[in-house]
């Protein structure tokens, strides 16, 4: 019997051993709160605010109207400074258009002038290329037969009747001059038809032509600048058009909850004075409650993002699975600024922990149980079965 007790005793020792190892291994958050992010809720408008009764920590849907904003002194300022804001920009338009259209005309006279120019350039090149035909017929009758015919190139002039061409040198240079100026008027008269103008002492493009290709230019840089002042003229004849709707109601806006939550603190009072984008409401998403935990460092250093872990509010025996959103270490006030629960001392002193619970959303007693507390888990331990009744 005596050894009996003995073995008994030395089981219950080791059983107990392995309990304060194992728990004192496990990790677990020293506080665990259920918080939520906060949206702000702001004045549209300025003026003077007016807000309904609500009590602080109902509950709201999206949509609600939180507060109504009503500015009996509508500024007409705004919109006429809109209205010669609109009409500078439909005058500058007018200008550009008025601008394009001048220069399209002008572009137009110089197309003309340019055509005109070639009908008259062709003309005079055939006259000059019928008399250089007649002197050189009058030179050698053979060597005229022997020119090809308009339009051919000039290299098919008759080389061979020089060779039976005799007489003094003089004549023979008149000859051969006679037969250049044949040969370059041709060259000319085929160069016009295509608009090329050949010859000495100008371009290969008459100044009505040069001109209509910088004019090209500047209607392609007219039109791009139309376009972009069409542009302007639109947005701000909207701007005028909504300036115009704000005024018709009076000067009176609702501000509307954006999530379904709780009506988290009352940030402006009814009959103050707001101006426009102040913050007049915070309200809690309950769509997306979170918890948030501090740990010991020894056990922080064993956490990863991702990692499974289990939550149980205080006085409830369902423990929920969640995974760890964010590590956000020691000190972390700011991460806290868009969380409707403030961490306290303590906890900042210790090391931050966010951790997702699906779970909680669809808990009807939990679902936005904003500022219950709880403890978190980390890791099995042997004692797991009692963490659903302590």
């Given at each position: 019997m005596r050894y009996l007790k003995a073995a008994v005793g030395i089981v219950v020792l080791l059983v107990a051993v392995w309990i304060i190892i194992?728990?004192?291994?496990?990790?677990?958050?020293?506080?665990?709160?259920?918080n939520a992010p906060v949206t702000l809720a702001r004045a549209p408008i300025g003026g003077t605010l007016s807000v309904p009764e609500r009590q602080i920590g109902s509950s709201v849907v999206s949509n609600d109207v939180l507060a109504t904003v009503?500015?009996?002194t509508v500024d007409h300022t705004r919109l006429a400074d809109l209205r010669m804001e609109l009409g500078l920009e439909k005058a500058a338009l007018a200008h550009l258009q008025a601008e394009a259209a001048e220069l399209r005309s002008f572009h137009e006279r110089l197309r003309q002038r340019t055509a005109a120019y070639q009908a008259g350039?062709?003309?005079?090149?055939?006259?000059?290329?019928?008399?250089?035909?007649?002197?050189?017929?009058?030179?050698?009758?053979?060597a005229a037969k022997a020119l090809p015919a308009p339009g051919a190139p000039a290299s098919a002039t008759g080389k061979d009747s020089a060779a039976g061409t005799a007489g003094s040198v003089a004549d023979r240079i008149a000859l051969n001059r006679a037969k250049e100026s044949v040969a370059?008027?041709?060259?000319?008269?085929?160069?016009?038809?295509?608009?090329t103008y050949l010859g000495d002492g100008y371009n290969d493009a008459p100044y009505s032509e040069q001109q209509t290709l910088l004019l090209d230019r500047n209607l392609d840089d007219l039109k791009a600048r139309e376009a972009a002042q069409k542009q302007r003229v639109a947005v701000v004849a909207a701007r005028l058009k909504q300036g115009m709707g704000d005024a018709q109601i009076g000067g009176t806006r609702d501000i509307l909850a954006h999530v379904d939550g709780i009506y988290w603190q009352e940030l402006a009072h009814n009959g103050g004075y707001v101006n426009r984008g102040d913050?007049?409401?915070?309200?809690?998403?309950?769509?997306?409650?979170?918890?948030?935990?501090?740990?010991p460092e020894i056990t922080y250093q064993r956490l990863h993002r991702g990692q499974k872990v289990t939550f149980?509010?205080?006085?409830?025996?369902?423990?929920?699975?969640?995974?760890i959103l964010r590590l956000a270490g020691t000190g972390a006030a700011t991460v806290?600024?868009?969380l409707a629960v403030a961490p306290s001392r303590r906890h900042l002193e210790r090391f931050d922990v966010a951790i997702a619970v699906p779970g909680l959303?669809?808990?009807?007693?939990?679902?936005?149980?904003?500022?219950?507390?709880g403890r978190v888990f980390f890791d099995t331990s042997p004692l797991d079965f009692l963490h659903s009744i302590f």
């Open positions: 194992g728990e004192q291994l496990t990790g677990a958050s020293a506080d665990a709160t259920i009503s500015d009996e350039r062709i003309q005079t090149l055939t006259l000059e290329l019928n008399f250089a035909r007649e002197r050189l017929a009058l030179l050698s009758p053979a370059v008027l041709q060259e000319a008269l085929a160069a016009a038809r295509k608009g913050p007049v409401a915070r309200v809690a998403d309950c769509d997306r409650v979170l918890v948030t935990a501090s740990v149980r509010a205080l006085g409830e025996n369902r423990v929920f699975d969640g995974y806290y600024e868009g959303v669809a808990d009807p007693d939990l679902q936005c149980a904003i500022g219950r507390t």
